[in-house]
């Protein structure tokens, strides 16, 4: 059971570049989410989906745009890359009925030069 | 909006208790989550309160007032692996997303 798989686990952009981080669960949660963490920051919410067709923002939206493409996959995209996007970025997936413990990826490690 | 007020440090040694607080406010409340994270890697679920009172897991407590917007978690027979950054979470109402706080890093010495 692989759980929450996040690809890339490392990348490297130069400003304005786009990339699209990809994420896919395989537990049958209905809820994904975006987090991006910075040092002193916490986990900040950039966009997730209550289920599949459906996407909110978050905290920190700007600069980015997500995909729900099923219910186990949900993408986000850099269209236009900053260095203030240099970051680690969490992808989680819950049961939303459960509605108690949610699952993480084990991270992207995004730097923009 | 919703924030979450933790320590950002905290040091103790082998053996002993440690508590981190949080304190929250939120505009509607759906449950107060503890996550755990080593080096950077992957958050893991701790513990989750919908209700007062302490549920307990193993050497991890969790305690919740609904009425002072407050929990914490307890850690005890502390252990070097127990080094790691602990975050509280909440949900403003079923279905939507973790609110994190800034977390806490919990230094374990021997």
């Known amino acids: 059971n692989a759980g929450v798989t996040q690809t890339p686990k490392f990348q490297v952009l130069k400003t304005g570049q786009s990339m699209t981080l990809q994420c896919a669960q395989d537990m049958n949660h209905n809820s994904m989410y975006w987090y991006r963490q910075d040092p002193g920051m916490g986990l900040r919410l950039i966009y997730y989906s209550a289920s599949e067709g459906t996407t909110d923002k978050g905290e920190v939206p700007n600069g980015y745009n997500v995909s729900r493409l099923n219910k186990r996959e949900f993408s986000l995209r850099l269209e236009s890359a900053a260095p203030s996007q240099t970051s680690v970025y969490f992808c989680?997936?819950?049961?939303?009925?459960?509605?108690?413990?949610?699952?993480f990826g084990q991270g992207t490690r995004l730097t923009v030069v | 909006g919703q924030s979450l007020e933790q320590p950002s440090e905290v040091t103790a040694v082998e053996g002993a208790i440690v508590q981190i607080n949080c304190t929250y406010q939120t505009s509607g409340f759906y449950g107060l989550s503890w996550y755990q994270q080593h080096d950077g890697g992957a958050p893991t679920f701790l513990s989750y309160n919908a209700l007062d009172g302490l549920e307990e897991t193993g050497r991890f407590s969790s305690f919740l007032s609904r009425s002072d917007s407050y929990g914490y978690l307890l850690l005890q027979e502390l252990q070097m692996k127990d080094s790691a950054s602990y975050f509280c979470?909440?949900?403003?109402?079923?279905?939507?997303?973790?609110?994190f706080g800034k977390g806490t890093t919990l230094s374990v010495s021997s």
């Open positions: 979470a909440v949900r403003g109402q079923a279905g939507t997303a973790l609110i």
């Open positions: 989680a997936s819950s049961d939303r009925g459960m509605d108690t413990e949610a699952f």
